[in-house]
């Protein structure tokens, strides 16, 4: 029997509806929840997700404010606008998209943003306190979206052993964070797996629930998934199909026609994990927003 299939397009629109709901309720007291995204130069991919996310944003009701600087912008002056945005009152979320032109440093701009603004969760104060579970923080929206497929499709991680196949910044360390926590969508048994683990098909059938953020196009395969597992593909590849239309196909990090087969649910690639990253981002947006009127009421 096939698997289950998790719908990240049918979670992500369950949760922009209640935040529909939640940004009209705000606006009723006054507060009015503002995302701004700060894009450098013209590289058509970082335009296309920019514009995603600022129609998604328009759509729940969100303030949202798109600043477009030349590729020429030196990193003072980017700092100066993730500066200003800082103070902006308007403003509770600041993405800055990436990657940037060079020599302009990443990290330097990423450690600029408020911690209270970072929508994206990439600050090296809501690392920590993410990783310390301690403290008020934003998640990495691709984790925190991962989470929420498992727990709204009936798969909570708590008590669960969990193989995460990935140890990138952006999803398998902040995504072994969250899986530990003493709060919902954690209390789970985590093993981080990577492309380097020896014998990784032993440590992946181990797994009652397998999330792989590996990079790599079909890298898991029916074999390496255990009867019954819940596996979260959190991979999107573009690879060359000469026999499709476009010349290319999509696909994930699992081989899903051989998985779905094993597995008891699955999400596919596309439309698994990629919707929910910006469904985070408003989600991170509104209590943002949230907390800051909590700030200025006390």
């Known amino acids: 029997m096939s698997a289950q299939i998790i719908s990240g397009r049918d979670i992500s629109a369950e949760i922009r509806a209640e935040l529909t709901d939640r940004v009209a309720e705000l606006e009723k007291d006054g507060i009015k929840p503002g995302l701004a995204t700060v894009l450098v130069g013209e590289n058509p991919a970082s335009q296309m ?12 009701g969100l303030h949202s404010r798109q600043l477009t600087l030349p590729v020429e912008t030196s990193e003072e002056e980017l700092l100066g606008v993730v500066a200003g945005l800082n103070a902006d009152p308007e403003i509770n979320g600041i993405l800055v998209q990436l990657p940037l032109p060079d020599p302009i440093d990443e990290g330097k701009i990423i450690e600029a943003i408020h911690p209270s603004k970072d929508v994206d969760g990439l600050n090296p104060v809501n690392v920590g306190r993410l990783a310390t579970d301690s ?3 934003l998640a990495p929206c691709t984790p925190a979206g991962v989470i929420e497929m498992l727990v709204r499709s ?6 669960k052993h969990v193989v995460v196949v990935g140890r990138s910044n952006l999803v398998g360390r902040p995504l072994a964070s969250l899986l530990l926590r003493k ?3 954690g209390n789970a048994t985590v093993t981080v ?3 380097r683990t020896a014998d990784l098909t ?4 181990s797994a009652e629930i397998l999330v792989v953020a590996m990079g790599i196009p079909e890298k898991i395969t029916g074999e390496m998934v255990a009867p019954g597992t819940i596996v979260i593909d959190v991979g999107t590849h573009r690879v060359d199909d000469p026999g499709s239309e476009k010349g290319y196909r999509v696909c994930g990090d699992v081989l899903f026609d051989e998985v779905k087969e ?6 596919p690639s596309p439309g698994g994990v990629g919707p929910m990253t910006i469904t985070m981002l408003l989600s991170n947006t509104v209590k943002a927003a949230v907390a800051a009127a909590a700030r200025a009421s006390a």
């Open 183 to 185: 709060d919902r969508g």
């Open 135 to 137: 403290g008020d923080f």
């Open 202 to 205: 032993a440590v992946t059938r």
């Open 193 to 195: 797996a990577h492309s």
């Open 49 to 60: 997700y920019v514009g995603m996310k600022n129609k998604a944003a328009a759509k729940v």
């Open 262 to 267: 094993v597995a008891a649910a699955i999400s």
């Open 154 to 159: 009936d798969n909570d991680p708590s008590g």
